[in-house]
Protein backbone atom coordinates (compact mmCIF):
# COMPACT_ATOMS: atom_id res chain seq x y z
CA UNK A 1 0.00 0.00 0.00
CA UNK A 2 1.71 3.61 -1.13
CA UNK A 3 2.64 5.47 1.93
CA UNK A 4 3.73 8.60 2.90
CA UNK A 5 7.26 8.82 4.10
CA UNK A 6 9.22 11.10 5.85
CA UNK A 7 13.04 11.90 6.63
CA UNK A 8 15.09 11.88 8.61
CA UNK A 9 12.86 10.13 11.62
CA UNK A 10 15.01 12.32 13.91
CA UNK A 11 16.35 15.71 13.75
CA UNK A 12 18.84 17.08 16.73
CA UNK A 13 19.33 20.35 15.65
CA UNK A 14 21.18 24.09 17.95
CA UNK A 15 19.02 26.45 18.39
CA UNK A 16 19.30 29.36 15.78
CA UNK A 17 19.51 26.57 13.12
CA UNK A 18 18.11 26.34 10.24
CA UNK A 19 16.46 22.84 9.94
CA UNK A 20 14.65 21.31 6.76
CA UNK A 21 12.12 18.31 7.37
CA UNK A 22 11.62 16.08 3.72
CA UNK A 23 8.09 14.35 2.97
CA UNK A 24 7.29 12.20 -0.07
CA UNK A 25 3.74 12.12 0.01
CA UNK A 26 1.48 9.34 -2.05
CA UNK A 27 2.75 9.66 -5.87
CA UNK A 28 -1.33 10.28 -6.88
CA UNK A 29 -1.89 12.79 -4.05
CA UNK A 30 -1.98 16.47 -4.79
CA UNK A 31 -2.84 17.74 -1.24
CA UNK A 32 -0.10 18.47 1.12
CA UNK A 33 -0.27 19.10 4.76
CA UNK A 34 2.22 19.80 7.76
CA UNK A 35 1.40 18.71 11.39
CA UNK A 36 3.33 19.05 14.61
CA UNK A 37 2.85 17.36 18.29
CA UNK A 38 4.35 18.39 21.15
CA UNK A 39 5.00 15.44 23.38
CA UNK A 40 2.29 15.01 25.41
CA UNK A 41 -0.35 17.05 23.54
CA UNK A 42 -2.66 17.14 20.61
CA UNK A 43 -1.65 17.01 16.84
CA UNK A 44 -1.89 20.72 15.48
CA UNK A 45 -2.31 21.78 12.19
CA UNK A 46 0.21 23.49 10.74
CA UNK A 47 0.38 24.30 7.15
CA UNK A 48 -1.93 23.06 3.82
CA UNK A 49 0.07 23.29 -0.05
CA UNK A 50 -1.92 22.69 -3.44
CA UNK A 51 -1.11 23.46 -6.76
CA UNK A 52 2.44 24.99 -5.46
CA UNK A 53 1.12 27.35 -3.39
CA UNK A 54 -0.25 27.58 0.65
CA UNK A 55 -3.91 26.73 0.70
CA UNK A 56 -4.00 27.38 4.41
CA UNK A 57 -2.36 28.27 7.44
CA UNK A 58 -2.77 28.04 11.12
CA UNK A 59 -1.55 31.13 13.37
CA UNK A 60 1.20 28.78 14.31
CA UNK A 61 2.79 29.01 11.08
CA UNK A 62 4.46 32.46 11.73
CA UNK A 63 7.54 33.62 9.23
CA UNK A 64 9.82 31.06 10.27
CA UNK A 65 8.29 28.60 8.80
CA UNK A 66 7.99 28.00 4.92
CA UNK A 67 7.08 25.45 3.04
CA UNK A 68 7.94 24.32 -0.74
CA UNK A 69 7.75 21.56 -3.48
CA UNK A 70 11.24 21.79 -5.11
CA UNK A 71 10.73 18.88 -7.53
CA UNK A 72 7.69 16.47 -8.59
CA UNK A 73 8.11 13.85 -5.13
CA UNK A 74 9.09 16.04 -2.37
CA UNK A 75 7.59 18.28 -0.21
CA UNK A 76 9.62 20.45 2.56
CA UNK A 77 9.44 22.12 5.89
CA UNK A 78 11.75 24.60 6.72
CA UNK A 79 11.95 26.39 10.33
CA UNK A 80 14.75 29.37 9.76
CA UNK A 81 15.95 30.26 13.11
CA UNK A 82 14.65 27.38 15.31
CA UNK A 83 13.67 27.78 18.95
CA UNK A 84 13.47 25.35 21.91
CA UNK A 85 9.62 25.39 21.86
CA UNK A 86 9.82 23.92 18.31
CA UNK A 87 10.51 20.76 19.66
CA UNK A 88 8.20 18.18 18.82
CA UNK A 89 7.22 15.60 16.10
CA UNK A 90 6.42 17.08 12.78
CA UNK A 91 4.00 14.68 10.49
CA UNK A 92 3.50 15.21 6.97
CA UNK A 93 0.25 13.82 5.54
CA UNK A 94 -1.45 14.17 2.02
CA UNK A 95 -4.61 13.54 0.38
CA UNK A 96 -5.39 12.57 -3.62
CA UNK A 97 -7.79 15.71 -3.65
CA UNK A 98 -9.25 18.66 -0.80
CA UNK A 99 -11.46 16.74 1.68
CA UNK A 100 -10.57 13.95 0.97
CA UNK A 101 -8.78 11.54 3.49
CA UNK A 102 -5.42 12.54 4.66
CA UNK A 103 -2.52 9.64 4.92
CA UNK A 104 0.37 10.28 7.51
CA UNK A 105 3.83 9.66 7.39
CA UNK A 106 5.72 8.23 10.64
CA UNK A 107 6.86 11.68 11.52
CA UNK A 108 10.03 13.39 12.14
CA UNK A 109 11.14 13.81 16.11
CA UNK A 110 12.93 17.25 15.78
CA UNK A 111 15.04 18.20 19.11
CA UNK A 112 16.16 21.47 19.72
CA UNK A 113 19.23 22.00 22.07
CA UNK B 1 -11.96 28.50 15.51
CA UNK B 2 -12.71 24.81 15.56
CA UNK B 3 -12.11 23.39 19.11
CA UNK B 4 -12.06 19.31 19.44
CA UNK B 5 -12.84 18.03 23.26
CA UNK B 6 -12.03 14.33 23.37
CA UNK B 7 -12.57 11.46 26.38
CA UNK B 8 -11.62 9.60 27.91
CA UNK B 9 -7.63 10.58 27.86
CA UNK B 10 -7.00 6.90 29.37
CA UNK B 11 -9.49 3.73 28.50
CA UNK B 12 -8.56 0.29 30.22
CA UNK B 13 -10.90 -2.40 29.17
CA UNK B 14 -11.04 -6.38 29.19
CA UNK B 15 -10.10 -7.92 26.19
CA UNK B 16 -13.76 -9.39 24.26
CA UNK B 17 -15.59 -6.15 25.78
CA UNK B 18 -16.44 -3.03 23.66
CA UNK B 19 -14.60 0.59 23.89
CA UNK B 20 -16.51 3.94 23.34
CA UNK B 21 -14.38 6.78 22.47
CA UNK B 22 -16.16 10.40 22.75
CA UNK B 23 -15.92 13.47 21.19
CA UNK B 24 -17.18 16.91 20.42
CA UNK B 25 -16.80 19.80 18.16
CA UNK B 26 -17.85 23.72 18.55
CA UNK B 27 -17.88 24.94 14.77
CA UNK B 28 -21.53 23.86 13.54
CA UNK B 29 -19.92 24.29 10.01
CA UNK B 30 -17.51 21.29 10.28
CA UNK B 31 -18.67 18.40 7.87
CA UNK B 32 -15.53 15.85 8.08
CA UNK B 33 -14.96 13.71 11.19
CA UNK B 34 -12.28 11.12 11.16
CA UNK B 35 -10.35 8.82 13.56
CA UNK B 36 -7.14 8.00 13.68
CA UNK B 37 -5.15 4.81 15.30
CA UNK B 38 -1.68 5.88 16.28
CA UNK B 39 0.78 2.92 17.67
CA UNK B 40 4.02 4.00 19.75
CA UNK B 41 6.43 5.23 16.99
CA UNK B 42 3.80 5.76 14.45
CA UNK B 43 2.12 8.47 12.42
CA UNK B 44 -1.51 8.66 12.76
CA UNK B 45 -3.59 5.71 10.98
CA UNK B 46 -6.86 6.18 9.32
CA UNK B 47 -9.10 3.86 10.91
CA UNK B 48 -12.53 5.40 9.92
CA UNK B 49 -14.16 8.58 8.84
CA UNK B 50 -18.07 10.13 8.85
CA UNK B 51 -19.10 13.22 7.13
CA UNK B 52 -22.01 15.04 8.25
CA UNK B 53 -24.46 13.73 5.76
CA UNK B 54 -24.62 10.16 7.43
CA UNK B 55 -25.47 9.59 10.87
CA UNK B 56 -24.04 6.33 11.69
CA UNK B 57 -21.11 4.26 9.93
CA UNK B 58 -19.74 0.57 10.42
CA UNK B 59 -16.37 -1.41 9.01
CA UNK B 60 -16.13 -4.73 10.90
CA UNK B 61 -15.36 -4.06 14.75
CA UNK B 62 -15.39 -0.14 14.22
CA UNK B 63 -17.95 1.89 13.88
CA UNK B 64 -18.19 5.47 14.78
CA UNK B 65 -21.56 7.20 14.93
CA UNK B 66 -22.51 11.54 14.57
CA UNK B 67 -24.98 13.72 16.19
CA UNK B 68 -24.83 17.43 14.06
CA UNK B 69 -27.75 18.21 16.52
CA UNK B 70 -25.54 17.97 19.36
CA UNK B 71 -22.36 18.13 17.74
CA UNK B 72 -20.87 14.92 18.86
CA UNK B 73 -19.46 12.27 17.17
CA UNK B 74 -18.13 9.08 19.12
CA UNK B 75 -16.28 5.67 18.07
CA UNK B 76 -17.21 2.51 18.63
CA UNK B 77 -14.81 -0.92 18.88
CA UNK B 78 -16.40 -4.27 19.47
CA UNK B 79 -14.74 -7.26 20.71
CA UNK B 80 -11.64 -5.56 21.84
CA UNK B 81 -8.06 -7.39 20.82
CA UNK B 82 -4.92 -6.76 22.24
CA UNK B 83 -3.31 -4.93 18.70
CA UNK B 84 -6.42 -2.60 19.40
CA UNK B 85 -4.19 -0.99 22.27
CA UNK B 86 -2.97 2.51 21.00
CA UNK B 87 -3.95 6.01 21.12
CA UNK B 88 -6.91 7.03 19.34
CA UNK B 89 -7.66 10.37 18.33
CA UNK B 90 -10.55 12.49 16.79
CA UNK B 91 -10.41 15.09 14.37
CA UNK B 92 -12.75 17.68 12.28
CA UNK B 93 -12.19 19.76 9.71
CA UNK B 94 -14.87 22.05 7.27
CA UNK B 95 -14.11 20.41 3.80
CA UNK B 96 -15.04 22.56 0.85
CA UNK B 97 -13.17 20.76 -1.87
CA UNK B 98 -9.91 22.43 -0.48
CA UNK B 99 -6.39 21.77 2.05
CA UNK B 100 -8.38 21.97 4.75
CA UNK B 101 -6.44 21.25 8.10
CA UNK B 102 -7.60 18.94 10.73
CA UNK B 103 -8.82 20.08 14.40
CA UNK B 104 -7.80 17.22 16.38
CA UNK B 105 -8.73 16.04 20.27
CA UNK B 106 -6.31 15.13 22.69
CA UNK B 107 -6.49 11.41 22.15
CA UNK B 108 -7.36 8.61 24.14
CA UNK B 109 -5.33 5.98 25.09
CA UNK B 110 -6.50 2.88 24.97
CA UNK B 111 -5.57 -0.36 26.81
CA UNK B 112 -6.98 -3.82 26.14
CA UNK B 113 -6.32 -5.96 29.40
CA UNK B 114 -5.62 -9.66 28.66
Known amino acids: EPEVTQTPSHQVTQMGQEVILRCVPISNHLYFYWYRQILGQKVEFLVS????????KSEIFDDQFSVERPDGSNFTLKIRSTKLEDSAMYFCASSVQGGQPQHFGDGTRLSIL | GENVEQHPSTLSVQEGDSAVIKCTYSDSASNYFPWYKQELGKGPQLIIDIRSNVGEKKDQRIAVTLNKTAKHFSLHITETQPEDSAVYFCAASMTGGGADGLTFGKGTHLIIQP
Open chain 1, 49 to 56: FYNNEISE
